[in-house]
């Protein structure tokens, strides 16, 4: 059988932009991280395991982002990015399963992993497209990824302290390259033409994804109450879960969403990876809220834990709001709603902090509830030239 040309490959622009099955299955693997990410920051509610995780969180949604940019870059109906999908999917699921001990004795299968799916689609992809400009591309973001590598591995074998200083490190190299175009010295930074994506899929590659991430919000809040009893304080506590993650959807969904895909085809690469910084800070909002709502719904009496819950339901609904503003700040748009909802929680916080969780989980979803269904109005722009928006919401 004839191997498939370079071209073939690519994913012309005038496909099918609909996010394929094949994508929709890769997401599982995803799914699967978020519930042991949230059980690891359960079991552990300190400081130290909170950065740890979300480092965790981080390296996880940078192999996803990329396997996105790849399908939207790579046709994902040719069976050469099939098997690489897939073959991301399976070490994808073994860098999930690390994560409990990640900081432990599992730290080389959890930073193997990260390093063998980007440096592994790097050797796939590089022969595939011998001849074609696109090897380039591939080429200078494997020499960062392999740059980056270093940290990772070296990590692995150190303490638990050294180890997540290097990889904070690595992660910093990933997410910063990224952004200027991965130059590399001698060579230059990928030509932005090389790096544009197709608006409407990336868009909703982000939507899905994010609705995944409020799929865990559900289950986690969903299972801890179906293990405790029907009781009036557990059903109000799942209640107030269930309208928090209502105003979430809703936060997400505002009509600026539907206008992502516009922002990420006109705006080049570089509003892809804001976008991607943008939605790292949505999920990971939600899973320090569905931690929260876990330990709501369970209804701990341990002070300490109370404490904890409400903390993370604050800080997950304040990382949510962030995101939100950072993205519209690119356009030029100040989020008053969001700008406010930051305001009132941060202002409230020592307060939460002292009452029980379920007050902290009524008031974020009071707070998130006001900027998601706030009315919609446009960003009215500033008199000058270059001048900052103002939305409501």
């Known amino acids: 059988?004839?191997?498939?040309?370079?071209?073939?490959?690519?994913?012309?622009?005038?496909?099918?932009?609909?996010?394929?099955?094949?994508?929709?299955?890769?997401?599982?693997?995803?799914?699967?991280?978020?519930?042991?990410?949230?059980?690891?920051l359960l079991h552990d509610l300190s400081w130290l395991n909170?950065?740890?995780?979300?480092?965790?969180?981080?390296?996880?949604?940078?192999?996803?982002?990329?396997?996105?940019?790849?399908?939207?870059?790579?046709?994902?109906?040719?069976?050469?990015?099939?098997?690489?999908?897939?073959?991301?999917?399976?070490?994808?699921?073994?860098m999930a399963a690390s994560v409990t001990l990640a900081f432990g004795a599992h730290g080389i299968f959890f930073a193997g992993a990260y390093v063998l799916v980007h440096l592994g689609r790097a050797a796939t992809l590089l022969p595939a497209l011998r001849g074609h400009p696109a090897q380039r591309r591939t080429l200078v973001v494997a020499v960062w990824f392999g740059v980056s590598a270093a940290p990772w591995l070296v990590g692995a074998f150190l303490p638990a302290g050294p180890r997540l200083a290097l990889w904070i490190a690595a992660l910093g190299i990933d997410f910063a390259v990224a952004y200027v175009g991965w130059p590399v010295p001698k060579v230059g930074q990928v030509p932005s033409e090389q790096l544009r994506v197709v608006g409407e899929h990336l868009a909703e590659r982000f939507g899905q994804i994010s609705i995944v991430a409020l799929g865990e919000l559900i289950l986690v809040s969903g299972t801890t109450y179906a293990t405790g009893p029907f009781e009036l304080p557990q059903s109000a506590a799942a209640v107030l879960a269930f309208a928090n993650a209502v105003a979430l959807w809703r936060l997400y969904f505002l009509p600026e969403h539907r206008a992502l895909s516009n922002s990420l085809e006109n705006h080049g690469a570089q509003i892809a990876v804001i976008a991607a910084y943008r939605h790292l800070s949505f999920v990971a909002g939600i899973v320090c809220i569905a931690v929260g709502d876990e330990i709501t719904?369970?209804?701990?009496?341990?002070?300490?834990?109370?404490?904890?819950?409400?903390?993370?339901?604050?800080?997950?609904?304040?990382?949510?709001?962030?995101?939100?503003?950072?993205?519209?700040?690119?356009?030029?748009?100040?989020?008053?709603?969001?700008?406010?909802?930051?305001?009132?929680?941060?202002?409230?916080?020592?307060?939460?902090?002292?009452?029980?969780?379920?007050?902290?989980?009524?008031?974020?979803?009071?707070v998130l509830g006001v900027v998601a269904f706030a009315p919609s109005t446009i960003g009215r722009r500033a008199a000058k030239a270059g001048g900052i928006g103002l939305d409501r919401t």
Do not use: Y
């Not at 059988?1 to 997401?27: G, I, N, T, Y």
């Not at 950065?51 to 965790?56: A, C, D, S």
């Not at 030029?332 to 406010?340: Q, R, V």
């Open 1 to 40: 059988m004839a191997k498939s040309s370079p071209a073939r490959l690519l994913r012309k622009r005038e496909s099918s932009r609909q996010a394929s099955a094949l994508e929709l299955f890769f997401d599982l693997t995803f799914i699967f991280a978020l519930t042991r990410l949230s059980d690891r």
């Open 50 to 94: 909170v950065v740890q995780t979300m480092v965790l969180l981080g390296a996880v949604w940078w192999v996803w982002v990329a396997t996105a940019w790849s399908t939207d870059w790579f046709n994902p109906n040719e069976a050469l990015i099939q098997r690489l999908v897939v073959g991301v999917m399976l070490v994808g699921l073994v």
């Open 297 to 366: 719904i369970g209804l701990s009496t341990e002070g300490t834990e109370r404490r904890w819950g409400a903390g993370l339901i604050v800080v997950g609904a304040v990382l949510v709001l962030c995101g939100r503003i950072a993205f519209k700040a690119t356009s030029g748009i100040w989020s008053l709603g969001s700008l406010l909802g930051v305001a009132v929680l941060l202002a409230l916080t020592p307060l939460l902090l002292r009452l029980p969780p379920m007050v902290a989980l009524a008031t974020t979803t009071l």
